[in-house]
């Protein structure tokens, strides 16, 4: 009968061991490392902001992506960088972040002057660069043609490009009539003079 009692009490305590384990078990489970707290996209805006007014432009653009990663949904970041490669005169990077800042707003007129300013500066240097190597002709002509027709009606002009003012020269100044007087002597009437002066 002590070998039935003793069997049932190691049962038992296999049984406890196995609880122990399991309890020490869960308390050594991994703990996840604390979550650092999302900067506020003000902050973000304002550390890119320094960057920029210090002069440290490129320093500033990696700012505001990392901002504009942390805050997809936000134009601002989008809008600094086109601001940024615009006066840069980068237009082909200012056009490219500003059509990111009207995915996010279709109506921002900052970003849609960006885009516009842009092309045509892009334009014209292009323009320029075929003028100047004598290859604009055919189709490219005439689309630049239809492009300054769409620029005019636009913008309400005749002429986009008013031509240079010439200078007139005053006008010479009036000679009077050489007459013949009375003793063979010439002389010199003033056209300002009244005309009815040779009546009296």
Known sequence: MTTVLSFGRASQLAAALVSV????????????????????????????????????????????????EVYPADKSPWLSIAQTRYEAGQYGDAIINAQEVLVRDPNDTLANSIIAISGLRLSTRSLADLSRQNNLSG?????????????????????????????QPPPPPARGKVTAKKGGKAKQEDSSANPFDALK
């Open 21 to 68: 384990v399991a309890l020490s078990a869960c308390n050594t489970a991994p703990v996840a490392p604390p979550v650092a707290a999302k900067p506020s996209l003000q902050s973000m805006l304002a550390q890119a902001g320094t960057a920029s007014s210090t002069g440290q432009k490129e320093q500033a653009v990696k700012l505001w992506k990392q901002a504009a």
């Open 139 to 167: 189709s490219i002509r005439t689309e630049s043609q239809d492009l300054a027709k769409l620029l005019r009606e636009s913008l309400g002009e005749t002429v986009l490009v008013p031509p240079a003012a010439t200078v």
